[in-house]
């Protein structure tokens, strides 16, 4: 027998070079003890690397499609993935389109580990719930405890540093911890719940925006515990309302049947702050999810004049602020010719992530839906119960959408005071951004109307 140990479970490189070597040296997959660091070694196992390749060594073949699997695959905590591995590699040399064959035992295996893989990595991006703690020179710091199924934390450490770059925080595991001090990312011994921070303030906010996104009229109890397992409800504040909210939902479909209201109008959130921290966690939707950072409104915080926007896109997620990127150009110019000071006023999104699809090196932009939209209203009700402002400029029907909750036409209702059940003012318009998608005529029109609905928002405000 010929040993084969990754210093590390997740180490992908380490079964790569080894397999490659084994191959190479034509050893059958029976003639190899695979271990991962956790002392699971066949301890009858000559205990050397494995031979060098004879001259000349045998060609190795995988394709992407094995690679990319093997390099999901290698992260199950099953012990046997490694030979599964290796036995399918070794398949693979002379049968090249093995994992066609999905009768095929071993592909059956491969596909289900790294499926597996997947919808754990999936679930630690959604319920890492993060506690503040601040530490003995005052600096704040969010702390996290997650036990995954398999052995993901290294392969979801990239999505909580892009997700939450500029804070401190420590995600703390049964097998190791992560801490992003702003800068660096550093990994430490394992840790244990007790050592991750009990309620914060946060927590009463999150636990109010799931109590205010909970439709009792929707309620699907088997759905709602598929997406949001009971094992993770522990570490998940907004669980504890879950049976209350259960146990409530007939009642409160009828109330809100009878009144037509918001149930939980009571539950918002107090402060600007609070709604940025809450954003910067929300992971309620497939795009709170997608490893963006969430784009927080900016400017007067008593502003009469509130802008929203869809959505940010490329350059607001990168540079973290909203409008800054072509759109932002197009409507701080018409503005300008407007005459409105945009410095003077709050601009924010009906939505507060990006949601893009990846082509390449770039991100496509991509429409959220409306139940996306429905989702971040709360956040954007929020800001307009704090702000208070007396005239509010939709930017498209998305944002008319998370302002009115409801998706009016464009050009039916532009240009026009909508006024509200609380006396603001909505101002409907086209997006700037379609603006940027049309060419000629159609551009020089667009653009004529969208300066006219500009000046029309210019003379109301004064
Ligand atoms: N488009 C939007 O709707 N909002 C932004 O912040 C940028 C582009």
Not at 14 to 28: D, E, F, H, Q, Y
Not at 98 to 114: E, H, I, K, N, S
Not at 276 to 296: E, F, H, K, L, S
Not at 371 to 399: H, Q, Y
């Amino acid at each position: 027998m010929i040993a084969a140990d990754l210093a590390e479970p997740d180490d992908f490189e380490a079964w790569r070079t080894n397999a490659r070597r084994l191959i190479a040296s034509g050893t059958p997959p029976e003639m190899v003890a695979w271990s991962d660091g956790g002392g699971t070694a066949d301890l009858f196992a000559d205990t050397v690397t494995p031979p060098a390749a004879p001259a000349p060594p045998r060609e190795v073949r995988a394709s992407r499609v094995f690679m990319d699997l093997a390099r999901t695959a290698v992260l199950h905590s099953a012990p046997e993935r490694l030979d599964l591995l290796y036995r399918l590699l070794w398949r693979l040399q002379d049968r090249p389109r093995l994992l066609d064959d999905a009768a095929d035992p071993d592909v059956g295996a491969l596909r289900r580990m790294a499926m597996q893989v997947r919808r754990d990595i999936h679930k630690m991006h959604a319920f890492v719930r993060f506690r503040s703690v601040t530490d003995e020179d005052g600096v704040e710091r969010y702390v996290a405890w997650f036990e995954p199924d398999h052995h993901i934390e290294r392969a979801t450490a990239d999505f909580f540093v892009n997700r939450f770059a500029s804070q401190r925080w420590s995600i703390l595991t049964p097998r190791l911890s992560l801490h992003w001090d702003g800068m660096a990312l550093l990994e430490g011994p394992p840790g244990s719940r007790e050592d991750a921070p009990g309620e914060d303030a946060v927590e009463d906010l999150w636990v109010s925006y799931y109590r205010s996104i909970f439709n009792p009229a929707r309620l699907k109890v088997g759905m709602m515990v598929k997406e949001m397992p009971r094992r993770y409800w522990k570490n998940l504040p907004e669980a504890r309302e879950i049976a209350d909210l259960i146990a409530g939902a007939h009642k409160r479909e009828a109330s809100m049947i009878a009144t037509g209201a918001s149930l939980f109008d009571d539950a918002a959130p107090a402060s600007l702050e609070a709604i940025a921290g809450g954003i910067a966690q929300c992971r309620r939707c497939t795009i709170g999810c997608n490893g963006t950072r969430a784009v927080m409104g900016e400017g007067a915080s008593d502003a009469r004049l509130m802008i929203v926007g869809e959505q940010p896109g490329d350059t607001e997620e990168l540079e973290n602020r909203p409008f800054v990127g072509p759109a932002g150009q197009i409507l701080d110019s018409a503005m300008g010719e407007a005459g409105i000071d945009r410095s003077a006023a709050y601009v924010t999104n009906a939505v507060k992530h990006f949601k893009f699809a990846p082509r390449g090196k770039i991100r496509l932009h991509q429409n959220p839906t409306a139940g996306e939209i429905d989702m971040c209203r709360w956040w954007l009700d929020g800001e307009r119960a704090l702000v208070k402002p007396k005239v509010i400029l939709a930017l498209g029907a998305s944002s008319a959408r998370g302002l009115m909750g409801r998706t009016p036409s464009i050009g039916r209702e532009r240009g026009q005071a909508l006024t509200q059940g609380d006396g603001t003012v909505i101002w409907l318009t086209a997006h700037p951004s379609y603006l940027l998608r049309l060419d000629g005529e159609a551009r020089e029109r667009e653009h004529t109307r969208f300066a006219q609905d500009l000046a029309g928002l210019a003379q109301i405000l004064r």
